[in-house]
């Protein structure tokens, strides 16, 4: 396992947002102070739920589309949360066995559970770096990025429900410019962010929740989502809610709506 810096103490006297995500999902990994402050999202947002689990299948998808599809191979995945079953290497691997992936995140509590990140398949090869997407340098920096990832050949940057926790004051725009910079031609961007075009009051109190808990946040408009893709070759359907991006059969129960998904989510090839 590879790391960036020592192991830092895990914070138990505020809520983390990896540890509300791990209670959105229905997963174990959290303290009560996150179950509190995750409620108290759902009290404001009963569709909370709803996004997380939308914002997972639409990771499921787009590793599945660019493994099957676009000859992808590698994957950098920053914001890894708290792991759930499956991963993205494993879905990655269920498509193509020897696909490599670097996980990053800052949470120490990842750090901590981190070796369910690392059960790869024998063709296959995982690693995790901790390390903060606010200084992208530290991951572009890790030697670990390079032991695992060839960066001569196409990688796929995961950013998952990540971006909206970087303000426009730390550069989001440039932070992901500066990934994607040291990838070659016919690597990719998923992205997925959540977004307030459909509900401007109820974020503006999710908003604040997050924000008075300690984490602040950003939720961003489709055209601001947008941004993120400039210079890349979107792969149909463009930025799209989350659960209508190449949606997987159903069974024919009801959809959710765009208003409780609220997460713009699209995938890019660098030219």
């Known amino acids: 396992m590879s790391k960036t810096g020592a192991a830092r103490g895990i914070d138990t006297s505020r809520p983390h947002s990896a540890r509300?995500?791990?209670?959105?999902?229905?997963?174990?990994?959290?303290?009560?102070?996150?179950?509190?402050?995750?409620?108290?999202?759902?009290?404001?947002?009963?569709?909370?739920?709803?996004?997380?689990?939308?914002?997972?299948?639409?990771?499921?998808?787009?590793?599945?589309?660019?493994?099957?599809?676009?000859?992808?191979?590698?994957?950098?995945?920053?914001?890894?949360?708290?792991?759930?079953?499956?991963n993205l290497h494993q879905v990655a691997q269920s498509v193509v066995p020897e696909a490599r992936v670097v996980y990053a995140d800052n949470d120490p509590l990842v750090l901590k559970y981190a070796e369910r990140l690392m059960r790869s398949t024998p063709q296959g090869r995982t690693t995790y770096i901790e390390a903060d997407v606010n200084d992208p340098e530290t991951i572009l920096d890790s030697p670990a990025l390079r032991e695992v990832l060839d960066?001569?050949?196409?990688?796929?940057?995961?950013?998952?429900?990540?971006?909206?926790?970087?303000?426009?004051?730390?550069?989001?725009?440039?932070?992901?410019?500066?990934?994607?910079?040291?990838?070659?031609?016919?690597?990719?961007?998923?992205?997925?962010?959540?977004?307030?075009?459909?509900?401007p009051s109820t974020w503006e109190k999710v908003t604040e929740i997050y924000t008075n808990a300690g984490t602040p946040v950003q939720f961003r408009s489709r055209e601001a989502v947008t941004r993120f893709f400039d210079g890349l070759e979107l792969l149909d359907p463009g930025v799209t809610i989350g659960h209508r991006w190449r949606p997987a059969e159903t069974d024919g129960g009801a959809l959710p709506t765009d208003a409780e998904v609220s997460l713009w989510a699209g995938v890019g090839i660098k030219p």
């Open 20 to 86: 509300m995500y791990d209670y959105y999902l229905g997963g174990k990994d959290h303290y009560e102070i996150d179950k509190q402050a995750a409620e108290n999202v759902a009290s404001a947002y009963p569709g909370i739920f709803v996004c997380a689990r939308e914002n997972r299948a639409f990771m499921h998808r787009a590793t599945r589309v660019l493994a099957a599809e676009h000859g992808i191979r590698q994957w950098l995945d920053i914001g890894t949360g708290i792991p759930t079953e499956p």
């Open 151 to 199: 960066l001569d050949q196409p990688v796929a940057l995961s950013l998952n429900a990540l971006m909206h926790f970087i303000t426009d004051a730390h550069d989001p725009y440039g932070i992901v410019n500066r990934l994607l910079d040291i990838f070659p031609s016919g690597s990719a961007l998923a992205l997925s962010h959540c977004t307030p075009d459909f509900d």
